[in-house]
């Protein structure tokens, strides 16, 4: 038995390669390529018409058939192994559908090559979108919480310990520019990876006169990827998508960790209604926080796939290889479609987080976040260095917590008495500022400065960064409107062309 795919090959696929290579390709690849792979079609079918590289009895024939196959979808095409890849599985329907001298034409100044790196780019690029959508909304949602709980007080941590108070829309702003950096980061890649390979052939190009720029137009690419080479050998743009996902991974992973600790029973500072929670199956006191440890898990998968695909092209030739162009990629669409739904899933927890007030106002006031204010109180008002002032409020505090007294219940004897002792001072502070200086909520109001926790200056923050998620919304918007465009240009091109 011959090669169904080669003249040059006398014998047929090994069954093993078939078992375990291309059928499982084929079976994950061909439906989710088929749209992709048949606007490449049709948009090369015109270039070749316009070009009058094929006549147009052969260009009306294939129009029609890939109309005619995008129509149906990809559930019509029997996908056969022996032939190794989606496109040869394709290409023989045309063939099977128009015979071998038309639907053979369609292949004319193309390869493989340059083809799946077309497809590579159009896929990369839908997802890009999509979840530059998904990170406008959970901006948008960060953004509109963090405006309405600018006056809950909540503890502030470093290193897991008791810090300083802050609010809880303090902190969801923090995480809205947080995802305002990822988006920038994975809108940045979009220029680079909006360009059109097609034409660079396998990798010289060709010598059929063909319009790469009529090509990018019909596809909605931004303009050609001059060097064939370099055109075929690269998928550096889906390398720095999933670097951008894997950073987005990071924050989101990192804002599921903050709330998984603060759902616990030992905290208690933020809940969650049971709609977005599971339960036990032995346990029946048990509300499981499944949700976030799924936010946590899948940033794995993510981080796997952008190190699985570096892994996979570090060793290869700069040209088209399969280990470096296919292999490699194995995992990156997954990992694409993971963020992408992962989004949605962090937009609903930010909907659902409420904070505990009362319970954050309790830890506030029991784990001394106040006692940077009462350093800064000593500096101001008794002349010490901030130092000594560190030092004796660090004393203070001991002494506090020996006694089992809140940071409220801190008097203005307990500090005469420790800078007695440790300086040999004589400090008189009143009550009435030392009651404002430990008040959390005078604490918060207090920071004022740039990106301070302050009401007013968060509330400047949101504004100012809510314009910016208005601008990147318009640019998303536009970039989808331009592909939307470009397709219905593409079908129209090709209606016509079919005499339809």
Not at 8 to 37: D, K, S
Not at 96 to 118: C, F, P, W, Y
Not at 342 to 364: F, G, Q, Y
């Amino acid at each position: 038995m011959e090669s169904k795919v080669s003249g040059l090959l006398t014998e047929a696929i090994a069954p093993e390669i078939q078992r375990y290579i291309y059928g499982p390709r084929l079976e994950r690849m061909f439906a989710p390529c088929f749209p992709y792979l048949t606007e490449i079609n049709q948009a090369h079918v015109v270039m070749l018409a316009r070009c009058g590289i094929i006549s147009p009895d052969v260009a009306t024939k294939l129009a029609k058939v890939l109309l005619e196959f995008s129509r149906a979808g990809p559930e019509i095409f029997d996908l056969d192994p022996a032939r190794e890849d989606a496109y040869y599985n394709y290409e023989a329907k045309v063939i099977e559908k128009t015979g071998a001298d038309v639907g053979g034409r369609m292949h004319i100044g193309r390869s493989r090559n340059d083809l799946q790196a077309a497809l590579d780019r159009m896929r990369c690029r839908d997802y890009c979108l999509d979840i530059l959508a998904g990170l406008n909304d959970v901006r948008h949602v960060a953004l509109q919480r963090a405006e309405t709980r600018t006056d809950v007080i909540m503890p502030g941590y470093t290193h897991l310990q008791p810090a300083q108070p802050v609010t809880f829309g303090y902190y969801l702003l923090g995480i809205a520019e947080a995802f305002e950096r990822d988006f920038d980061r994975i809108a940045g890649t979009y220029p680079r990876m909006n360009l059109n390979p097609l034409g660079a052939g396998a990798l010289a190009g060709t010598s059929f006169p063909i319009n790469r720029n009529q090509t990018a137009e019909l596809l909605g690419f931004r303009g050609v990827l001059e060097h064939g080479q370099d055109a075929v050998a690269s998928r550096d743009f889906a390398i720095e998508l999933l670097m951008g996902c894997a950073g987005l991974a990071l924050t989101w992973s990192r804002l599921a960790q903050d709330l998984f600790v603060m759902v616990s029973h030992e905290f208690r500072t933020v809940t969650f209604p049971d709609s977005v929670f599971g339960t036990s199956s032995i346990m029946p006191q048990k509300k499981n926080p499944v949700v976030l440890e799924h936010l946590k898990g899948s940033s794995g998968h993510v981080i796997g796939a952008l190190t699985g695909a570096m892994t996979a092209i570090k060793g290869t030739n700069f040209t088209n290889t399969v280990d470096g162009n296919t292999e490699a990629l194995r995992y990156c669409y997954e990992a694409l479609a993971d963020t992408r739904d992962a989004l949605s899933i962090v937009k609903l927890v930010l909907a659902n987080a409420e904070c505990n007030a009362e319970r954050c106002r309790t830890l506030v006031e029991e784990n001394y976040s106040t006692a940077t204010e009462l350093a800064d109180l000593l500096v101001r008002e008794a002349g010490l260095s901030f130092r000594q002032a560190h030092h004796l409020t660090g004393l203070v505090v001991r002494r506090g917590l020996e006694c089992g007294l809140k940071a409220h219940q801190i008097s203005s004897g307990l500090i005469r008495e420790a800078a007695r002792q440790s300086f040999d001072l004589e400090l008189d502070i009143p009550d009435t500022d030392l009651e404002q200086c430990l008040d959390p909520h005078a604490a918060v109001a207090s920071r004022t400065g740039i990106g301070g926790p302050a009401e007013p200056e968060v509330s400047r923050m949101v504004e100012k960064a809510r314009h910016r998620l208005e601008l990147a919304v318009d640019e998303t918007n536009a970039r989808r409107d331009a592909l939307g465009m470009a397709r219905e240009r593409l079908q129209a091109e090709t209606v016509a062309l079919a005499g339809q």
